[in-house]
Nanobody, 127 residues
């Protein structure tokens, strides 16, 4: 059984940093397409970032240059390093995983439909 569990969320002031973690079990994380998506209150879910087994990453425009997925530990835990946080980054953040995707098929936009996802961790950024 595949399980994903996020942690590391919290409350920070604008300009601060957080490092989210996603611990997985039941599969080999390094063979999957892994991603992060988020959902703010009253807004649709939004893909944030992805990484495939070859280390290829994609990021939505609003987080480019501020967020990154470090390539560590064969992606277990999977991290999301978030710097220069803004109030508009406030959301519940989820990690997601899909087997068999790599290259252009592994992207942040697809994260919303991935087969496996965690329960989320809340990030709140105050101005």
């Amino acid at each position: 059984q595949v399980t994903l569990s996020e942690s590391g969320g919290g409350s920070v002031q604008a300009g601060g940093s957080l490092r989210l973690s996603c611990t997985s079990s039941g599969y080999s994380a390094s063979t999957y397409c892994l991603a992060w998506f988020r959902q703010a209150p009253g807004k649709p879910r939004e893909g944030v970032a992805s990484i495939d087994r070859d280390g290829r990453t994609t990021y939505t425009d609003s987080v480019k240059g501020r967020f990154r997925i470090p390539q560590e530990n064969d992606y277990n835990p999977l991290y999301l390093q978030m710097d220069s946080l803004k109030p508009e980054d406030t959301a519940m953040y989820y990690c997601a995983a899909e087997p068999g995707l790599r290259g252009p098929g592994c992207n942040f936009e697809g994260a919303l439909g991935f087969r496996y996802r965690g329960q989320g961790t809340q990030v709140t950024v105050s101005s």
